[in-house]
């Protein structure tokens, strides 16, 4: 049997995601958490066989977790489930040590598949992602700047660049708006840009955004 750990800070999400997975023959108990801090607890203190982590947790981001899980535990196999497009993310999950890359809004048989991938010790990404990840790789290798920016600073450039307002922003992520305000003018700064149109055609140009 296949023993899960699921983290995302949305208990209808997680309930629904628990009933699915739970109808599968070979999935034995998927127990829960609402952020990273909890999570890596249950991590040193339990057996997983894999980790279905979302990128949008409060406080720190799944990505920004990953290299803690990698630490508690190396050879545990971490899928991350996203609301974004692989092109904004998929590489730097990849980069950050995922095993796999899931969208939200795909089949539940895909995230059932990419459990079994990663449990067998591969690595799950589905043709989609591949394609988009290969286009990202190539604008990497023009028009870089953005490698620069923390997880943080990433996810506030591309909430801007999809024009949420700063307060949505903040509480999508669980901080003050002065705290996003911080980010956006960090981001700013290291792309060398001055105002929120020239960092949107920034995202637009490096296909960060659709």
Excluded at 70 to 91: D, E, G, K, T
Excluded at 138 to 167: C, D, K, P, W, Y
Aim: proline residues 2%; glycine residues 6%.
């Amino acid at each position: 049997m296949i023993d899960l750990l699921l983290v995302d800070d949305h208990t209808i999400f997680r309930a629904g995601l628990v009933r699915l997975l739970e109808e599968e023959r070979d999935i034995g108990t998927v127990m829960q958490a609402s952020d990273g801090a909890t999570a890596l607890n249950l991590v040193r203190t339990h057996h997983f066989d894999a980790v279905l982590l979302d990128i949008n947790l409060p406080v720190r981001s799944g990505l920004e977790f990953l290299p803690s899980f990698r630490v508690a535990a190396p050879q545990l196999p971490v899928i991350v489930l996203s609301m974004y497009s692989a092109q904004q993310y998929a590489l730097r999950a990849y980069e950050a040590g995922a095993s796999g890359y899931v969208s939200k809004d795909m089949d539940a048989e895909v995230l059932v598949a990419a459990i079994h991938k990663v449990v067998e010790g591969g690595r799950y990404i589905t043709p989609e992602v591949a394609e988009k990840m290969l286009e990202g790789i190539g604008a990497l290798q023009g028009e870089n700047r953005h490698l620069r920016l923390s997880e943080r600073e990433f996810a506030v450039m591309i909430e801007i660049a999809n024009g949420s307002a700063l307060t949505a922003i903040a509480q999508d992520m669980h901080v003050s708006v002065k705290t996003v305000s911080t980010y956006r003018s960090r981001v700013l700064k290291k792309l060398g840009l001055d105002s929120n149109a020239a960092l949107a055609q920034y995202t637009l140009r490096n296909r960060l955004v659709d």
